[in-house]
């Protein structure tokens, strides 16, 4: 970062930052709030983006930074507000292990074990992931408050207070997935307290409820149009199982809580194992996962005793999170997460289970944190077995040298993983022996811990190499067109086919096996105008990348796509492509570009045909799609009628004033007629002409038109959307009830 240096491997420079760029200049041209991108997918909800989380608070000061240095700077402040947020977990632990009765060391482990792991590191470009995930010890941590705090040291009012503005907060970071699997294992942690208590009380539920219901309130305003987006959405009902099980943990992977890159590291010599690097990852230290596994002989003890101690009960609890996290995680490798994506509510809606590990990284976190607590200079057999260790460390890294350069055929990533895995090991187990004993002074105690500290954090900084990607803040600065392109632009839409796109992405910019240096291809990213890159250069697509897509949007591209070749260019032009992009691996920039006809953007029509169903309509407008003499195609019923006519008729627009959120045309017509504009139809907006509200109708598959008479008329579309009006509303009160409670209970300490 002091170097200039910010994130931008896949999501940051294909999602994230352009979507706030583009939210930002809405802003700037005042717009209260950024609801519409009129840019992709022949227009989508943006604020109703739930990645987009545009009322996290932490992610306003992002705003700052654009205003100063426009998307490069942006891009800067997202890299440290992550940074900021690792930081933030790392804390957050702390506060929970210190409430477990912790020292600072294992504090301090814990804390680091949890923020660095893997989990978030070789997910660091997944901005929304980490936001979400760094409040995870936070809402346990309230939780395990309201359960175990008594109402005199801190009052029920003050916990329900605490606790709702967490999970409010947690809500409005923009991961669903992260937040639904935090609050579950909240809802756990909970129970189980709850169980403990001789004196089970419903009151710690009860102010669980309360706080849940009002954090829902305070962060309506997000929810509500995102709820609305996600109805209306190709995911309104379930993923896809093939989708929904794609990145499940693959078995082997399960090695890398010993040795990360035993399958290769994306960031040095290449990833080779399945799927990508970052959904299996699972390390988080050696000295802290030797820490938790000391842990077990006390839950082996619970099951031969018959007192058992809270603290016993409660490693046996997070062993069962541990494995419950790696269970579900395996996804479509055993039988149980097929029968709950079928059976259980919620299982269906997300992809990639994998990310299920959260669980068992935060599970082993604090468990390498109480078993800090629990150790002791090691004695008898503890000092056998782990001056056996020192001479097994040695072993592996022998013979990892040995393979190296004796087995021409082994994996280089094999050899490198082991060795390293030896040299970490036996620098832990050296830690270990030098334990000193509990009598010793407290200057000794303490640099045993900043040396069992400083060996965490070296193993995860070697053990992270690579995983890091960063290029220059240039990379963010709007590409010039082609100059042949420049004028076509103006005229319609970009189109880079599916094929192509994949290609792109995948195969050239953002490999899963290997990092590319950014150097190597950012003028080509840059020119390729992969969507959403196309919103830092102003430019209109037809593509949108994007997690949540309108329904109907989709199922036209689709059915598009599955037009011959000799049908698909009328379909692009009907839909005001201009140009159409394709992977070109010869030619300098990897692109070339195939110029179309476009359809104007407004379009009059005289007559009118009515099919009951989107399908239908697509069927239908796919036999007269090279007719210049058709018909309209309205979606739904219009009484008996199936065909109306009008005599013929034209249609001028004199004038276009539009913004993001609202088009306003001056239209004369020499007839009655309908105007279709070539964006997409969505709930939410209306059309207003000459100060009525007329209705608006969705035709020719997923566009808008409305119907004039003879005349000249002052036409506005207009977005709307009641969702955001009741969200606002509810989360404004909720805020206020929250703010004059929290500072009635101030007054009162």
């Known amino acids: 970062m002091l170097q200039g240096k910010v994130l931008y491997w896949g999501l940051p420079v294909l999602q994230f930052i352009p979507w706030r760029a583009l939210a930002y200049e809405q802003v700037f041209r005042g717009e209260l709030f950024p609801l519409w991108n009129p840019l992709n997918g022949m227009g989508a909800p943006l604020l109703a983006n739930y990645q987009l989380a545009w009322f996290y608070p932490p992610s306003w000061v992002l705003g700052l930074f654009y205003w100063l240095g426009g998307a490069p700077l942006l891009a800067w402040g997202f890299t440290l507000l992550t940074a900021?947020?690792?930081?933030?977990?790392?804390?957050?632990?702390?506060?929970?292990?210190?409430?477990?009765?912790?020292?600072v060391l294992g504090q301090v482990v814990a804390g680091v074990a949890f923020s660095y792991s893997q989990y978030f590191i070789a997910r660091i470009n997944f901005f929304s992931m980490i936001w979400t995930g760094a409040w995870l010890p936070w809402v346990v941590n309230?939780?395990?408050?309201?359960?175990?705090?008594?109402?005199?040291?801190?009052?029920?009012?003050?916990?329900?207070?605490?606790?709702?503005?967490?999970?409010?907060?947690?809500?409005?970071?923009?991961?669903?997935?992260?937040?639904?699997?935090?609050?579950?294992?909240?809802?756990?942690?909970?129970?189980?307290?709850?169980?403990w208590m001789r004196d089970k009380k419903i009151g710690p539920f009860a102010g669980g409820f309360v706080a849940l219901l009002w954090a829902v309130g305070l962060s309506l305003v997000q929810l509500l149009p995102t709820a609305e987006y996600l109805l209306n959405s190709q995911r309104a009902t379930q993923v896809d199982y093939e989708q929904a099980m794609t990145y499940s943990l693959w078995p082997w992977r399960l090695t890398g809580f010993l040795t990360p890159n035993l399958f290769g590291n994306p960031g040095l010599d290449g990833y080779w194992g399945y799927a990508n690097y970052w959904e299996d990852a699972v390390y988080i230290g050696i000295l802290p996962l030797i820490m938790a596994l000391a842990t077990l002989k006390k839950a082996f003890r619970v099951w031969r005793k018959g007192e058992v101690s809270t603290s016993e009960r409660l490693i046996v609890f997070l062993w069962g999170?541990?494995?419950?996290?790696?269970?579900?995680?395996?996804?479509?490798?055993?039988?149980?997460?097929?029968?709950?994506?079928?059976?259980?509510?919620?299982?269906?809606?997300?992809?990639?289970?994998?990310?299920?590990?959260?669980?068992?990284?935060?599970?082993?976190?604090?468990?390498?944190?109480?078993?800090?607590?629990?150790?002791?200079?090691?004695?008898?057999?503890?000092?056998?077995?782990?001056?056996?260790?020192?001479?097994?460390?040695?072993?592996?890294?022998?013979?990892?040298?040995?393979?190296?350069?004796?087995?021409?055929?082994?994996?280089?990533?094999?050899?490198?993983?082991?060795?390293?895995?030896?040299?970490?090991?036996?620098?832990?187990?050296?830690?270990?022996?030098?334990?000193?004993?509990?009598?010793?002074?407290?200057?000794?105690?303490?640099?045993?811990?900043?040396?069992?500290?400083?060996?965490?954090?070296?193993?995860?900084?070697?053990?992270?190499?690579?995983?890091?990607?960063?290029?220059?803040?240039?990379?963010?600065?709007?590409v010039d067109l082609p100059h042949e392109l420049q004028p076509v632009i103006q005229q319609g839409r970009l189109y880079l086919p599916p094929p192509d796109e994949y290609e792109l992405k995948f195969k050239r910019f953002f490999r899963f096996d290997r990092y590319q240096k950014s150097g190597e291809y950012v003028g080509a990213l840059r020119a390729s105008l992969l969507p959403n890159l196309n919103l830092l250069a102003s430019v209109p697509s037809l593509n949108n990348f994007d997690p949540l897509q309108p329904g109907c949007y989709n199922r036209l591209i689709t059915f598009v796509e599955s037009q011959p070749e000799?049908?698909?260019?009328?379909?692009?032009?009907?839909?005001?492509?201009?140009?159409?992009?394709?992977?070109?691996?010869?030619?300098?920039?990897?692109?070339?570009?195939?110029?179309?006809?476009?359809?104007e953007r407004w379009q009059w029509f005289t007559c009118l045909e009515v099919e009951p169903s989107l399908s239908l309509a697509l069927m239908r407008l796919g036999d007269v799609i090279n007719s210049e003499s058709r018909c309209l195609i309205l979606i739904g019923t219009q009484g008996e009628t199936e065909r109306v006519e009008m005599p013929l008729s034209t249609a001028s627009i004199l004038s276009v004033s539009e913004n993001f959120n609202r088009v306003v045309l001056e239209v004369e017509t020499t007839g009655s007629g309908w105007l279709r504009m070539t964006d997409l139809w969505y709930p939410g907006w209306k059309v207003i002409v000459d100060g009525h509200l007329q209705p608006l109708l969705q035709v020719d598959g997923c566009l808008r038109a409305v119907f004039l008479t003879a005349g000249k008329h002052m036409v506005q579309f207009v977005y709307k959307p009641v969702s955001i009006s009741i969200g606002a509303i509810v989360s404004f009160l909720a805020w206020l009830a929250w703010l004059g409670i929290a500072w009635v209970e101030w007054i009162k300490r």
């Open 142 to 195: 309230n939780v395990d408050e309201m359960f175990m705090t008594s109402s005199e040291e801190k009052p029920i009012r003050a916990k329900v207070l605490s606790l709702a503005l967490v999970l409010a907060i947690q809500l409005l970071a923009g991961h669903a997935q992260l937040t639904w699997y935090t609050w579950l294992l909240a809802m756990a942690w909970g129970l189980i307290r709850w169980l």
């Open 84 to 103: 900021l947020h690792l930081t933030w977990a790392g804390w957050g632990m702390g506060r929970l292990m210190k409430r477990l009765g912790c020292g």
């Open 321 to 478: 999170i541990v494995a419950v996290g790696i269970l579900l995680a395996l996804g479509k490798n055993t039988p149980l997460y097929s029968w709950l994506y079928r059976y259980v509510p919620t299982f269906d809606m997300f992809q990639a289970p994998s990310r299920w590990l959260i669980w068992t990284v935060f599970g082993l976190a604090v468990l390498s944190g109480l078993g800090i607590e629990t150790w002791r200079k090691p004695e008898g057999r503890v000092v056998y077995g782990l001056r056996l260790s020192v001479a097994g460390s040695l072993a592996v890294m022998l013979s990892a040298w040995w393979a190296s350069h004796l087995l021409s055929d082994l994996k280089s990533s094999f050899a490198n993983a082991t060795f390293q895995f030896g040299w970490i090991t036996l620098g832990a187990v050296v830690v270990l022996l030098l334990t000193p004993a509990e009598s010793s002074s407290t200057r000794l105690r303490l640099s045993w811990g900043w040396l069992f500290l400083i060996w965490v954090v070296v193993d995860i900084l070697v053990s992270s190499r690579g995983l890091i990607p960063v290029a220059s803040m240039e990379i963010y600065r709007p």
């Open 566 to 599: 000799s049908l698909k260019a009328a379909w692009l032009e009907n839909l005001n492509v201009a140009v159409v992009e394709y992977h070109d691996f010869p030619s300098s920039l990897g692109i070339t570009y195939h110029l179309l006809n476009p359809k």
